[in-house]
């Protein structure tokens, strides 16, 4: 303990071996943290009460020995201390010393030399913030947690938080505050919590020693003769979470540690995360049995989305929209309509990107009876019909021209201060194209941002347009849009190529939502709107459903040119069946050596439509392109729907997107699906690779997919073994990356979601990148290891050299490698030495998708400490 205490608030100069108050600012008065690491903004505290405790402790324990110059030190540094934590870091409603608007946060949060920030370092949730001010709950805390503190604190902050009873934060808020001003209620609540959900640092029984001892302070309190049994609960039974623990399922999950369960299992500290690239995810809840439904509490934090559905079904599948919720990073409670009755409640999210889903709560309407007839209730919308007209369509699908039945058009209008609710809008932030834009502040694509307040506008001329790419083939059943500038008359059109337009609307242009709706719905992947005088859109909206177009394949047969394939299958459709299989490779990060034109991006391999293809550039002599299935796979399957340009080509493997393997030959069948089965024998992978080695001018895949549980064989297959394969181009398995995940520091970046952190999270499909100049990043291993190989998967900004750089204190910095000519994609160098910090420095600045380190651990025996006096 004296050691603890020489460490860190030693007062003598003559301690050789330790240096004189080491953290503690007798200018500020409190202690600093960040020892001699540089920082732009200064030093910080963070956790004020950790500090008041090690001071606390110091006083207890000079008293405790009778040693009074120890017990005075500690006394002294606690008063001072106590003082500037009440005045500068707790701040009640008329603080002087920071803004009104930012002292009704109650906590500074991160309190630097040069700014203050309510966050922590470790998260931004405001349990996280608060209730790093509590802990550890001792009687120090009552030297600076004053009881009108505490009562502001409550009711502004802490009393809106979801509290959530298996949370361990909550424990420690409800200690930390309520029990100072409601001892009582905070002793009922605490009651209720089971021992394993406390905080690691408060047991049970001493917090509901604490409140008891408060109350009895305050002439309150249990009797002795109350049983914790009797105080298990308030007199009001608290509101039941009707999805916690229940069976959750989602449209995609970011990887297992963030799978929907996370969402619903009442611990906020985990999360559900959709794959970033997937538009309009979803997660759903099964409540067991239908409810009737009083609100919803969504927790998204930081990384939420523009806006989302909430979605109810007392049927399977039959599902009917309850409300719409803008995304926002506080905690969201949508009270819902009333009566709503459901069993499965989805939330729709708008868009993609990435999204954090911490705790998704739903919660009873107990004042409306569940009935017989509730179990089939649904909510409907309505709207007042203004016109209707018909109009013969045909649609252009794959090259086969197909007839729809006549169309019902039905155009309604809705008040400007009623935004209508129609599903999920197609037509969110995709691409667009307009004939014209009267200024830089009115793009075509304002029309799509969500933003009613901004607008697309026209010159001012006639027929003007503005079209949508809605990359990919929907059924469209509804437009709906907002003008500025109100036009006399518009026509809506569709396309399958965007050239090619047809007529399916014409109506006449009105004030608020215009809505026009298609019965039935109109095949189409571009949408637009022409205008016959000039015209802005506020907000153009389009709503439809994916086509239902899987049909009974017919079968040939195709072979291998080599390899040990055991089944090729090839089909005129991209279906393989009625194995219940899951496309690993759907909505996954993809990278290709070349692409022919803009609308045949190589995501288009992966997008789950067969409409949309990848294509290679006509110069392209050697034309690849991979997917990172985001996890390692056993792969028993790969399927590819080819277009008209096909190829012979051949199918590789990898751990690291940078050592490839050879896995067999195929050939490609216009228009059919080659579907090839994996051998037994292969080693389980993270990134496939189709290399075209054989065509006419391009390589071109409509889609690219990958399964883990290999698919029937029906009708018409032919199963072809070959007796020896063709040697692998690389045998090695790479070692573990041993910077994944780890700590990164970075000397600058650009965009909010292009952070240091990007560069270790194992996920290509993000990256950090830099400023302008020279810039660099480095990442600590947490130990010493002999260092491999280096590998970068460098982003959309190459540097003009880059050198890496090792050190065992990120201060003093060894050069590795200089002056390094960097290659687009994953480059790997060699390393050699021992090192626990890597530096990759840019110059001219860079941005990397992934840094990865190969290597091995160093064991090595701790020194010894050098013993020293004790502190008197």
């Not at 001329?461 to 008359?489: C, I, K, M, S, T």
């Not at 959309?796 to 390094?820: G, K, Y």
Request: hydrophobic fraction near 40%; aromatic fraction near 10%.
């Amino acid at each position: 303990v004296d050691t603890l205490i020489r460490d860190t608030a030693n007062p003598s100069v003559q301690d050789s071996h330790f240096p004189q108050f080491r953290s503690f600012d007798w200018f500020d008065l409190h202690s600093w943290s960040r020892g001699v690491i540089p920082s732009a903004d200064g030093k910080d505290q963070e956790s004020t009460s950790e500090e008041l405790n090690l001071l606390y402790g110091i006083h207890l324990w000079g008293m405790v020995l009778d040693r009074e110059p120890l017990r005075e030190l500690g006394t002294t540094m606690l008063t001072l201390c106590a003082m500037t934590i009440r005045e500068f870091f707790l701040m009640k409603d008329d603080n002087p010393h920071h803004p009104a608007d930012f002292a009704t946060n109650h906590v500074t949060g991160i309190f630097f030399q040069n700014k203050v920030d309510y966050a922590t370092w470790f998260g931004w949730r405001y349990d996280f913030i608060h209730g790093i001010q509590m802990l550890p709950v001792t009687p120090a805390l009552l030297m600076i947690r004053t009881p009108e503190f505490c009562r502001q604190e409550w009711d502004n902050v802490l009393s809106r938080l979801p509290l959530s009873p298996t949370d361990p934060w909550t424990s420690l808020l409800v200690t930390g505050t309520l029990s100072i001003i409601e001892p009582q209620e905070a002793y009922s609540r605490l009651s209720a919590m089971l021992p394993e959900h406390m905080d690691d640092g408060l047991t049970w029984a001493w917090a509901l020693y604490w409140t008891a001892s408060l109350e009895a302070a305050n002439g309150g309190g249990p009797s002795p003769s109350t049983s914790l049994a009797s105080s298990t609960g308030s007199t009001e039974a608290p509101e039941e979470n009707l999805a916690l623990y229940r069976l959750a399922v989602a449209s995609s999950d970011l990887s297992a540690d963030f799978a929907a369960a996370r969402a619903v299992d009442g611990l906020f500290v985990t999360r559900w995360s959709p794959v970033s690239t997937e538009q309009n995810p979803w997660i759903s809840v099964d409540l067991g049995e239908v409810h009737a439904l009083s609100h919803v509490v969504l927790l998204w934090g930081e990384f939420y989305p523009t806006s989302y559905v909430l979605q109810g079904a007392t049927e399977a599948d039959a599902w009917s929209n309850l409300a719409v919720v803008a995304g926002s990073s506080e905690l969201l409670r949508s009270d819902l309509p009333r009566p709503s009755f459901a069993r499965w409640v989805r939330v729709v999210i708008q868009g993609s990107g990435d999204l954090r889903l911490w705790e998704f709560q739903v919660f009873e309407d107990t004042e409306t009876p569940v009935t017989s007839a509730s179990t089939t209730a649904s909510t409907t919308s309505t709207s007042t019909v203004a016109t209707v007209a018909t109009t013969e369509v045909g649609t252009t699908l794959s090259g086969v021209v197909t007839t729809q039945p006549e169309t019902t058009v039905v155009t309604s209008t809705v008040g400007p201060s009623t935004t209508p609710f129609y599903g999920p809008n197609l037509a969110f932030q995709k691409p667009v194209l307009s004939s014209s834009f009267r200024s830089a502040t009115e793009h075509a694509y304002k029309a799509v941002d969500g933003d009613v307040e901004s607008q697309w506008a026209s010159v001012s001329l006639n027929d003007q347009w503005l079209w949508v790419d809605l990359l990919g083939l929907y059924a469209v059943n509804r437009v709906v849009l907002l003008f500025g500038d109100v036009p006399q008359q518009f026509v809506l059109q569709s396309a399958p190529d965007g050239i090619k337009w047809t007529d399916r609307a014409v109506v006449d242009g009105a004030n608020g939502f215009v809505s026009t709706e298609f019965d039935p719905p109109v095949l189409t992947q571009w949408v637009r709107v022409l205008c016959r005088t000039t015209c802005s859109i506020r907000e153009l909206t389009i709503h439809g459903d994916d086509p239902d177009g899987a049909t009974t394949p017919t079968t040939t047969t195709a072979t291998t040119s080599a390899g040990p394939v055991a089944t090729t299958e090839a089909t005129t459709e991209s279906t393989t069946g009625s194995v219940n299989r899951v496309n690993l490779a759907e909505l996954k990060p993809v990278l290709a050596s070349s692409q022919r034109f803009a609308a045949e991006h190589v995501s288009r391999m992966t997008d789950g439509l067969p409409s949309t293809q990848w294509a290679s550039a006509a110069g392209d002599v050697e034309p690849w392109a991979w997917v990172d299935l985001l996890g390692v796979y056993g792969v028993a399957e790969v399927a590819i729907h080819w277009a008209v340009d096909v190829a012979d080509y051949e199918l590789q493997i990898s751990r690291n997107a940078v050592e490839w393997t050879s896995v067999m030959h195929a050939s490609g069948l216009a228009g059919q699906t080659v579907r090839s089965s994996f051998p037994a024998t292969t080693a389980d992978t993270q990134w496939i690779r189709v290399v075209c080695r054989s065509f006419d001018s391009t390589c071109a895949i409509k889609e690219l997919h990958v399964y883990d549980v290999a698919g029937p064989t029906g009708p018409g297959t032919t199963a072809t073994t070959a007796a020896s394969t063709t040697a692998p181009s690389s045998t090695a398995v790479p070692g573990e990356n041993v910077a994944l995940n780890k700590p990164v520091l970075a000397s600058s970046s650009v965009l909010p979601n292009e952070y240091a952190s990007r560069a270790v999270d194992g996920v290509a499909s993000t990256q950090w990148s830099s400023g302008a100049g020279d810039q660099w990043i480095w990442v600590d291993l947490l130990g010493k290891y002999t260092l491999n190989h280096v590998v970068l998967m460098w982003g959309s900004q190459l540097p003009n050299s880059f050198n890496l750089e090792t050190s065992f204190n990120a201060v003093d910095w060894d050069s590795a490698v200089l002056q390094q000519l960097p290659t687009a994609g994953a480059q790997q160098v060699a390393l050699g030495g021992t090192a626990q910090w890597l530096r990759v420095y840019c110059t001219g600045g860079c941005s990397i998708q992934e840094l990865q380190v190969y290597g091995t651990p160093v064991n090595r025996r701790l020194e010894q400490e050098v013993s020293a006096p004790i502190l008197v």
